[in-house]
């Protein structure tokens, strides 16, 4: 690849080896989907995904691709036909982060499934399969935190009230001071 690399984790290595199915969790997304009327494609999915890996310059963790294209997509969910091929994509960054690794591609394969539209019985369904790991578990959270955090203009927070001032360690605007909890 020529140029300047881009993006959030394009410090990545390139992988050598290919990405790997988490262990039981493509049996788990499937048993898990028994009943869910949006889970379309769930008795051709096990069969009709692929693992690729993205580029580490995307600032993606995941994608999900039907290479049927989104018409013949629309058609076969509304007959609840076989999907096609569908590829799924993963960041080899998270190679550094099993747990989010799990999360990632759960989440991905539930797409796969038919679950397209980030929902709330999507979002339910990956926390029960494959929860994600909270900030402080995971190193590559804290490392994306971090590259965003970088490129803020605000480095630091002060209190108009007491005057205090703290480095900003969150993406969010905090709504009180560390110190006097007063509104900011």
């Known amino acids: 690849m020529a140029g300047k690399a881009s993006g959030l984790l394009a410090d990545t290595p390139e992988p050598k ?8 969790s493509v049996e788990e997304v499937i048993h898990t989907l028994s009943g869910v009327l949006d889970a379309v494609f769930r008795p051709w999915v096990a069969d009709r995904f692929s693992l690729v890996w993205l580029e580490v310059t995307d600032d993606r963790l995941g994608m999900t691709r039907f290479d049927e294209g989104s018409n013949e997509l629309v058609r076969r969910r509304k007959l609840r036909l076989d999907p096609g091929p569908i590829t799924i994509g993963l960041h080899p960054a998270l190679l550094q982060d099993e747990a989010l690794y799990k999360h990632t591609f759960v989440h991905e394969l539930l797409h796969a499934a038919g679950l397209t539209i980030h929902s709330k019985q999507h979002d339910k369904l990956v926390s029960q ?3 994600a790991p909270s900030l402080k578990e995971s190193p590559l959270l804290q490392r994306m935190r971090d590259a965003v955090l970088g ?6 927070w002060t209190c108009g009230h007491c005057g205090f001032v703290w480095k900003r360690r969150t993406v969010r605007k905090p ?3 560390v110190k006097c909890a007063r509104p900011l």
């Open 17 to 24: 080896e290919d990405p790997y199915i988490p262990e039981g």
């Open 129 to 131: 399969i494959a929860p």
């Open 151 to 156: 490129n803020q203009t605000v480095q630091s």
């Open 175 to 177: 709504r009180r001071c």
